[in-house]
């Protein structure tokens, strides 16, 4: 017999059909709740809401464990790239090689912007910050890129692959745009990771030699940051897709939302963190303390997470990686030596250690970063870089469904009750 919830209101007894996840998740199908009883549920921040069924990506906050389409992200990491990965979850299953090579080569054939685009950027200050570029070039696109006719999902391949070959370019024009360099246009014999960061750092009177430690490590993180079950920004691309608006505007949408500092820009506020220490002398031991203490407020950013009760399985595969960034530039770069100094603090530190406060992907996603060059007001858009895959397989997934509703929450009312008009001439 099938689980059911029994839940009694007024007097009444109702019951509500349990629904179990290919995890053994459990959760309560309230679809019928307001037409049966009256009364809706409840829940700021949407903490204990189950907004859709997904097949994408499953975490267990409490085991520390982040999975792809059923692959421990572990594996992933060890293993793939970060377009095998994006092809596993767009598509739902790993690519066999040739499907991989035609993916491939189709988002190289797509990393060039069109050259009316380019002048958008004559038009924002150079002090626009990344992210503000970031979301209304992608939203831009839509005019560039209109709907294939007959394509009733709104969402077709070519668009898809599109803002997958894209956004390194826009990100990186961004860049150059700041610091007022001329824009490198893509390399297309060059991978993914390898030609974003040509872009980004490449003059056209000299050659740039790219580090392959950096190559390896951009990889890894954007395979880590590829997707998150259902976070601010991947609800957001839900949302707004369920609408029926087009995939670039669903996908601006979460880059607005990821833009937030509570969201995609914690990694910027751990080296803001750390540029604090090293203006008060790089003493970590007493910023250790600070965090310890109920009445200050300071905070340690980059340790702990909301769903990782335990510790985050990210972090400790970019943990290596970060270990090998930090010896190749131990000595020479102040705020990085502060940040290894920090983390070993916190590690061995038993207050930290009773409460599971680890040091997350954010810390060590920032710190890398900022070894590679990139500016921090820009760690925002490689997270975007990263999460663009999982967006898009949200989006898809969206289409798909059978039962997709446009999202319409509700609310519980607290203002005044009906009140009479006052006209203007006899309010005080």
């Known amino acids: ?3 059911v919830a029994k839940v009694e209101l007024g007097g009444k007894a109702f019951e509500f059909p349990v629904v179990i996840g290919s995890e053994n998740e459990k959760g309560i199908d309230i679809t019928t709740l307001r037409q049966k009883t009256g009364y809706i549920t409840l829940d700021p921040g949407y903490v204990n809401s189950g907004a859709c069924s997904s097949s994408i990506t499953f975490i267990d906050g409490d085991q520390g464990i982040l999975r792809y389409r059923g692959i421990p992200i572990e594996v992933m990491a060890e293993r793939s790239n970060f377009l095998e990965t994006a092809f596993l979850l767009i598509y739902g299953d790993l690519p066999t090689a040739i499907e991989l090579e035609k993916f491939t080569q189709r988002i190289k054939k797509h990393t060039m912007l069109h050259e009316d685009i380019k002048g958008f950027y004559d038009g924002f200050p150079r002090t ?4 503000s570029i970031l979301a209304a070039v992608v939203c831009s696109l839509s005019a560039f890129y209109q709907h294939e ?4 999902s709104y969402l077709s391949e070519l668009n ?25 246009y893509p390399d297309n014999s060059r991978s993914y990771c390898e030609n974003f960061l040509n872009m980004m750092f490449s003059l056209p009177a000299e050659r740039y030699q790219i580090d392959p430690d950096f190559v390896d490590v951009l990889n890894l993180l954007l395979i880590l940051h590829a997707d998150h079950e259902q976070n601010c ?17 669903s996908i601006t949408a979460g880059i607005c939302a990821l833009w937030g500092p509570r969201h995609g820009g914690a990694n910027q506020e751990v080296l803001e963190m750390l540029e604090q220490i090293k203006a008060d002398g790089g003493d970590v031991k007493k910023y ?10 300071f905070r340690l950013m980059g340790f702990g997470h909301r769903v990782y009760k335990n510790f985050d399985p990210r972090a400790k595969i970019i943990k290596a990686a ?22 070993e603090a916190a590690l061995k530190d038993q207050y930290f250690i009773d409460r599971k406060l680890y040091p997350n992907v954010d810390f060590y996603s920032g710190i890398i970063y900022r070894a590679m060059g990139i500016p921090v007001n820009a760690f ?5 870089l990263g999460r663009m895959p999982g967006w898009l397989a949200q989006a898809r997934e969206l289409d798909a469904d059978p039962t997709n509703k446009i999202g319409r929450p509700r609310q519980i009312y607290t203002g005044k009750t009906k009140s009479e008009y006052t006209p203007i001439e006899k309010r005080g």
Do not use: N, W
């Open 149 to 152: 006719k007959g394509d009733p």
């Open 128 to 131: 626009a910050h990344p992210m």
């Open 1 to 3: 017999m099938a689980e």
């Open 322 to 343: 970060c270990d090998k960034v930090l010896k190749k530039f131990k000595g020479s770069d102040q705020l990085l030596d502060i940040a290894k100094q920090l983390e």
């Open 380 to 384: 925002t858009v490689m997270f975007a």
């Open 233 to 249: 920004s991947t609800s957001t691309v839900r949302m707004v897709r369920s609408s029926g608006a087009d995939i670039f505007a």
């Open 288 to 297: 250790v303390e600070l965090a310890k203490q109920k009445d200050s407020t």
């Open 160 to 184: 898809a692959v599109r803002l997958m070959a894209k956004l390194p370019t826009i990100a990186a024009y961004a860049y150059k745009k700041s610091i007022g360099q001329p824009m490198i």
